[in-house]
T-cell receptor, first 116, second 116 residues
């Protein structure tokens, strides 16, 4: 079955530090890959996505590249801010034609805390 | 972006009672909604897929008689936790698939259920 493994947290950084949260996946076919963010007290929001190999998703200074050869989708940001403090989830959705098409499989989540 | 609401945002109930949680897509019609359960410091676990006008599809290990799902309209799905017990205490999150955005899922803010 499909699975997503992401870097365990919590991750604590100082403002303007570089961020990497690792994410690897196991899936059949050609899944789409996502990063979701959950701010305190709020629901999940889509941060970025990539639908095919070598695609780079980017949003709000965050980016991640779909690497099929390493089955990875690591999240990066060059300079984090206090407002980036949240829980980050890596997820995949099986491609069309798969039995689990449209269902999201989530990683365990990584808590990020950014200090001033 | 599309908005999904959940009601209530939190509920406390006595053991043995039933609790209904509503999930609404506010500005789009969702033929498919999903219900997740999130344990503290853990990932989201898909419970079931709710399709408008038909029976929900439950994931393995989820008791369909305990977690009743009804998707009576294109904008509303409900999850009823029947005869709730303390072990049912959790954070329940719904999402709705927007066909207008290539099937992207939009998440509700979640409902915190505490069973005494």
């Amino acid at each position: 079955g499909n699975s997503v493994t992401q870097m365990e947290g919590p991750v604590t950084l100082s403002e303007e530090a570089f961020l990497t949260i690792n994410c690897t996946y196991t899936a059949t076919g050609y899944p789409s890959l996502f990063w979701y963010v959950q701010y305190p007290g709020e629901g999940l929001q889509l941060l970025l996505k990539a639908t095919k190999a070598d695609d780079k998703g980017s949003n709000k200074g965050f980016e991640a590249t779909y690497r099929k050869e390493t089955t990875s989708f690591h999240l990066e940001k060059g300079s984090v801010q206090v407002s980036d403090s949240a829980v980050y989830f890596c997820a995949l959705s099986e491609g069309a034609g798969g039995t689990s098409y449209g269902k999201l499989t989530f990683g365990q989540g990584t808590i990020l805390t950014v200090h001033p | 972006g599309a908005v999904v609401s959940q009601h209530p945002s939190w509920v406390i109930c006595k053991s043995g009672t039933s609790v209904k949680i509503e999930c609404r897509s506010l500005d789009f019609q969702a033929t498919t909604m999903f219900w997740y359960r999130q344990f503290p410091k853990q990932s989201l676990m898909l419970m079931a897929t709710s399709n408008e006008g038909s029976k929900a599809t439950y994931e393995q290990g989820v008791e369909k008689d305990k977690f009743l799902i009804n998707h009576a309209s294109l904008t509303l799905s409900t999850l009823t936790v029947t005869s709730a017990h303390p072990e049912d205490s959790s954070f329940y999150i719904c999402s709705a698939r927007d066909p207008g955005t290539r099937g992207e899922q939009f998440f509700g803010p979640g409902t915190r259920l505490t069973v005494l």
